[in-house]
């Protein structure tokens, strides 16, 4: 029943790790959107599929068997890709003690919802769990883990290794997703490069994808399962946080969705919205002598760092970086600005940095802070002023 749905599977040689192929191409930056999706649009059907999947899933297999069985697994993802694309899925109140255990499956992290339509959804995990078992000859069991603006993701336990499988919501697919760095294209060329760019205990691994073509909804993303058992330790946290930071002193890439859905065990498990700090190298090493400066507000020598790299490349991206950092976009609406310091913890030091490369605070220190109603806003701006 299940496993006749996929057609054209003539034995094709898996070449998905040719020399000059896609998954090598994405290794090398993070690429603009219009760049990612016009290098993304012109490639064959063999070239949409990237990486590899985990040995532990084709250890056993005998080696020249495993390009084919390789290339029938991500077909297979494929599939259950474009058909979770089409299902118009809803997540229902249905507590997880109703003493129906066929549904546990569907239930992911909060328990007390369900995943509708159910018996659409335990169909297509036993397909996916019917067809992986058969290539791969393991036990197989799928479930649902969770969903977001742009996608779902699975939970699939098989053998000794457990994966996370995402697949993509037709907004996923959409344009607008590509622009805010979400979505099937972005995501995945983002996991390609963070995976070679970050440690690993940074992000979740990264094991193979499907690149959709335009019009299609068979995009997929697989990457190792994190349990979240170890959350609560304090390394987890503070590697968590050290990547939420959006500031430019932190580093070259930074995370313009950060919230605790998005980590477990201190790693990055959803690759959307990610960027550069800066688009030119020279900008962050001009920003990495800046911003010490600007967090001890010595004036002087931030005076002296603009009459010295005024000419050099990368200065005015810098001094773009910084300047809304320093909240000049906010520099004539108080309580904005307030808000503004409140989430990037600007101190009176370093607003006296800020002073110093040329942002003018005159409108907000004549402002009278006590028509501002909210008291956190205002005794920031009395503190800061």
Same mark, same amino acid.
């Given at each position: 029943?299940?496993?006749?749905?996929?057609?054209?599977?003539?034995?094709?040689?898996?070449?998905?790790?040719?020399?000059? /192929?896609?998954?090598?191409?994405?290794?090398?930056?993070?690429?603009?959107?219009?760049?990612?999706?016009?290098?993304?649009? /012109?490639?064959?059907?063999?070239?949409?599929?990237?990486?590899?999947?985990?040995?532990?899933?084709?250890?056993?297999?005998?080696?020249?068997?495993?390009?084919?069985?390789?290339?029938?697994?991500?077909?297979?993802?494929?599939?259950?890709?474009?058909?979770?694309?089409?299902?118009?899925?809803?997540?229902?109140?249905?507590?997880?003690?109703?003493?129906?255990?066929?549904?546990?499956?569907?239930?992911?992290?909060?328990?007390?919802?369900?995943?509708?339509?159910?018996?659409?959804?335990?169909?297509?995990?036993?397909?996916?769990?019917?067809?992986?078992?058969?290539?791969?000859?393991?036990?197989?069991?799928?479930?649902?883990?969770?969903?977001?603006?742009?996608?779902?993701?699975?939970?699939?336990?098989?053998?000794?290794?457990?994966?996370?499988?995402?697949?993509?919501?037709?907004?996923?697919?959409?344009?607008?997703?590509? @622009?805010?760095?979400?979505?099937?294209?972005?995501?995945?060329? /983002?996991?390609?490069?963070? $995976?070679?760019?970050?440690?690993?205990?940074?992000?979740?691994?990264?094991?193979?994808?499907?690149?959709?073509?335009?019009?299609?909804?068979?995009?997929?993303?697989?990457? $190792?399962?994190?349990?979240?058992?170890?959350?609560?330790?304090?390394?987890?946290?503070?590697?968590?946080?050290?990547?939420?930071?959006?500031?430019?002193?932190?580093?070259?890439?930074?995370?313009?969705?950060?919230?605790?859905?998005?980590?477990?065990?201190?790693?990055?498990?959803?690759?959307?919205?990610?960027?550069?700090?800066?688009?030119?190298?020279?900008?962050?090493?001009?920003?990495?002598?800046?911003?010490?400066?600007?967090?001890?507000?010595?004036?002087?020598?931030?005076?002296?760092?603009?009459?010295?790299?005024?000419?050099?490349?990368?200065?005015?991206?810098?001094?773009?970086?910084?300047?809304?950092?320093?909240?000049?976009?906010?520099?004539?609406?108080?309580?904005?600005?307030?808000?503004?310091?409140?989430?990037?913890?600007?101190?009176?030091?370093?607003?006296?940095?800020?002073?110093?490369?040329? @942002?003018?605070?005159?409108?907000?220190?004549?402002?009278?802070?006590?028509?501002?109603?909210?008291?956190?806003?205002?005794?920031?701006?009395?503190?800061?002023?």
């Amino acid at each position: 029943m299940f496993v006749n749905r996929i057609q054209n599977t003539e034995p094709v040689l898996f070449k998905g790790n040719s020399k000059h /192929n896609t998954y090598h191409h994405l290794k090398k930056s993070l690429y603009d959107t219009e760049v990612l999706l016009s290098d993304m649009s /012109n490639l064959k059907e063999n070239e949409r599929y990237i990486g590899a999947l985990p040995v532990e899933w084709t250890k056993s297999l005998k080696k020249d068997e495993i390009g084919e069985k390789t290339k029938q697994v991500y077909e297979i993802l494929s599939d259950f890709a474009d058909s979770a694309s089409n299902i118009k899925t809803s997540m229902v109140l249905h507590p997880l003690d109703d003493g129906d255990d066929k549904y546990k499956k569907l239930h992911g992290k909060y328990k007390d919802y369900i995943l509708e339509p159910k018996d659409v959804w335990l169909d297509e995990f036993m397909y996916l769990e019917e067809n992986l078992s058969r290539i791969l000859d393991k036990d197989c069991e799928v479930s649902y883990l969770s969903s977001g603006s742009y996608g779902l993701v699975f939970k699939i336990e098989m053998g000794d290794k457990t994966c996370a499988l995402k697949t993509y919501s037709s907004d996923g697919y959409s344009k607008s997703a590509d @622009i805010t760095g979400h979505g099937a294209v972005s995501e995945i060329a /983002n996991a390609v490069y963070l $995976n070679k760019t970050l440690k690993p205990s940074q992000c979740s691994k990264f094991y193979c994808a499907k690149i959709p073509a335009e019009y299609e909804k068979d995009g997929f993303l697989l990457t $190792n399962f994190e349990d979240g058992l170890k959350d609560g330790t304090l390394a987890s946290r503070q590697r968590m946080e050290w990547f939420m930071q959006d500031r430019p002193y932190w580093g070259r890439i930074t995370f313009y969705d950060a919230h605790d859905d998005n980590f477990s065990n201190g790693k990055l498990i959803d690759y959307g919205a990610v960027g550069y700090t800066f688009k030119d190298r020279e900008a962050l090493k001009l920003a990495k002598e800046l911003f010490p400066l600007i967090m001890k507000g010595e004036e002087d020598k931030i005076t002296e760092f603009k009459e010295k790299y005024k000419d050099s490349p990368g200065f005015d991206e810098c001094m773009i970086k910084a300047g809304y950092f320093g909240g000049e976009i906010y520099s004539r609406r108080p309580a904005y600005f307030a808000e503004h310091c409140i989430e990037y913890k600007i101190t009176p030091q370093m607003l006296r940095g800020f002073e110093a490369l040329g @942002i003018d605070y005159s409108k907000i220190k004549e402002s009278n802070f006590a028509l501002i109603k909210d008291n956190e806003l205002r005794e920031k701006l009395e503190e800061l002023f």
